[in-house]
């Protein structure tokens, strides 16, 4: 039998940890109140879980450009982190347990299918959709917004192709650039 080793302990309190950071920067960015007053999504529970799928994509996007296996549980956590966070704010909104299951699992759907067509996107998948008509397809922008939206959802992956990987890896992501096609302000 082989002992379990105090790295292995370490290495996943670490990926908790920066699962965590990751999880909170995103969430903290899907509700600026740029991307709905002038961005064009709904302000509304579907809108902000859309926004929140939009920023986890982009992150899993940057995590799936690092060599290693790491990056790849780090996305594992952060999704669970976010599905975890859909259940969460319904129960937060009074949805009952009778039909809290079936809510959450639309929800799931619905990140899932958006997630994998952004990925795609982003990372240059052929035949990948364009960012903008993904938006619109599955309502996160207003169409006549969707253009601009797309547009910042480029420029965050730019920016955040330019922070060093050490930091993406410890869930460090600077989302302070454009938001919603305007320069987001400095905090």
Same mark, same amino acid.
């Given at each position: 039998?082989?002992?379990?080793? $105090?790295?292995?302990?370490?290495? &996943?309190?670490? !990926?908790?940890? @920066?699962?965590?950071? +990751?999880?909170? #920067?995103?969430?903290?960015?899907?509700?600026?109140?740029?991307?709905?007053?002038?961005?064009?999504?709904?302000?509304?529970?579907?809108?902000?879980?859309?926004?929140?799928?939009?920023?986890?994509?982009?992150?899993?996007?940057?995590?799936?450009?690092?060599?290693?296996?790491?990056?790849?549980?780090?996305?594992?956590?952060?999704?669970?982190?976010?599905?975890?966070?859909?259940?969460?704010?319904?129960?937060?909104?009074?949805? $009952?347990?009778?039909?809290?299951? &079936?809510?959450? !699992?639309?929800? @799931?759907?619905?990140? +899932?299918?958006? #997630?994998?067509?952004?990925?795609?996107?982003l990372t240059g998948a052929e035949g990948a959709e364009p960012i903008?008509?993904?938006?619109?397809?599955?309502?996160?922008?207003?169409?006549?917004?969707?253009?601009?939206?797309?547009?910042?959802?480029?420029?965050?992956?730019?920016?955040?192709?330019?922070?060093?990987?050490?930091?993406?890896?410890?869930?460090?992501?600077?989302?302070?650039?454009?938001?919603?096609?305007?320069?987001?302000?400095?905090?």
């Amino acid at each position: 039998m082989t002992a379990f080793s $105090g790295n292995w302990f370490q290495r &996943r309190s670490a !990926r908790r940890k @920066a699962a965590a950071e +990751a999880y909170r #920067g995103l969430l903290r960015h899907a509700l600026e109140p740029e991307f709905y007053l002038s961005g064009g999504v709904p302000d509304t529970f579907e809108g902000r879980a859309g926004m929140v799928t939009v920023l986890t994509s982009l992150a899993c996007a940057r995590l799936s450009r690092i060599e290693g296996p790491e990056p790849a549980r780090l996305i594992l956590r952060l999704d669970e982190l976010v599905l975890g966070g859909f259940d969460a704010a319904y129960r937060e909104k009074g949805v $009952g347990d009778a039909s809290i299951a &079936r809510k959450v !699992r639309k929800l @799931a759907q619905g990140h +899932a299918g958006l #997630g994998k067509a952004l990925f795609a996107a982003l990372t240059g998948a052929e035949g990948a959709e364009p960012i903008d008509a993904i938006l619109r397809r599955n309502g996160v922008a207003r169409p006549e917004k969707a253009g601009a939206l797309a547009e910042s959802v480029r420029t965050l992956s730019a920016h955040l192709a330019g922070q060093p990987d050490s930091e993406i890896l410890h869930g460090r992501f600077n989302w302070i650039g454009a938001t919603a096609g305007q320069g987001a302000a400095q905090r």
